[in-house]
């Protein structure tokens, strides 16, 4: 091959080297620019929502905001549930979900009223609890589901409470139950309603209530701890 043969296999390798790397700068170049079309087409989308939104007349921008918050609240007050049942026997839950005029009602028809009260209730079963039975092999177990027609959560739990004393699973106390929670306009609980509660297979009705049913069981004998039964007629005078 001639020299000149060679200069001209040289250059046209070179030339083809060129376009190569031009080929790749065009490609990197296009897309770029279609990830920049991309990003572009996103930031106009969310500021056109954001638009639409802030362009809502005003009585339909106070609905859509306060329906906004109901929603934040409802999705709160249903994660709070979720995490405060398993361990409701002897923490304290979180109060927060619930509105300041809260309703609470037991299948007796008992009422309370306000969340002072209803606090004290918490405070009152977990004592009880506590005093006669083993939290750390006590359980609660739960299943919740959200209630569209009623604007209101159920949730089905069991509790099975082990005595301290000869404490084991075949003299347990059973208690089922269904607590509905209904829900205010901004998705705070307003009304707790326990339902078709029932203790070791017997249904609670009137005239007796969560307390008053506990009270009925933890005095037969077999219940009461050796050398506490002054102190049970004690915690139940109310």
Request: glycine fraction near 6%; charged fraction near 20%; hydrophobic fraction near 40%.
């Amino acid at each position: 091959m001639g020299k000149s043969s060679v200069l001209i296999l040289a250059f046209a390798l070179a030339q083809s080297t060129v376009q190569g790397f031009q080929a790749v700068s065009n490609v990197q170049g296009m897309m770029s620019q279609l990830q920049s079309s991309v990003m572009d087409e996103i930031d106009t989308q969310s500021s056109l929502s954001d638009n639409v939104t802030r362009d809502l007349p005003p009585l339909l921008q106070t609905l859509a905001d306060e329906r906004r918050e109901y929603e934040l609240n409802l999705g709160k007050a249903m994660d709070t549930l979720r995490k405060d049942y398993p361990h409701m026997l002897y923490q304290t839950p979180d109060f927060s979900i619930y509105n300041e005029n809260i309703n609470v009602l037991d299948p007796s028809g008992v009422q309370l009223t306000g969340l002072k009260n209803y606090k004290h209730s918490f405070t009152f079963l977990q004592t009880l609890v506590r005093f006669f039975y083993n939290t750390d092999v006590s359980t609660v177990q739960s299943r919740m589901i959200y209630d569209f027609a009623r604007s209101s959560i159920r949730i089905s739990w069991n509790a099975v409470l082990v005595p301290k004393v000869v404490g084991n699973r075949r003299n347990a106390l059973y208690v089922d139950g269904v607590s509905v929670y209904k829900m205010d306009v901004d998705g705070k609980i307003l009304e707790h309603k326990v339902e078709k509660m029932v203790m070791n297979g017997t249904p609670v009705v009137p005239p007796y209530g969560v307390f008053s049913a506990l009270k009925e069981e933890l005095l037969q004998g077999q219940r009461i701890p050796v050398g506490v039964g002054v102190g049970v007629g004690a915690m139940f005078k109310q």
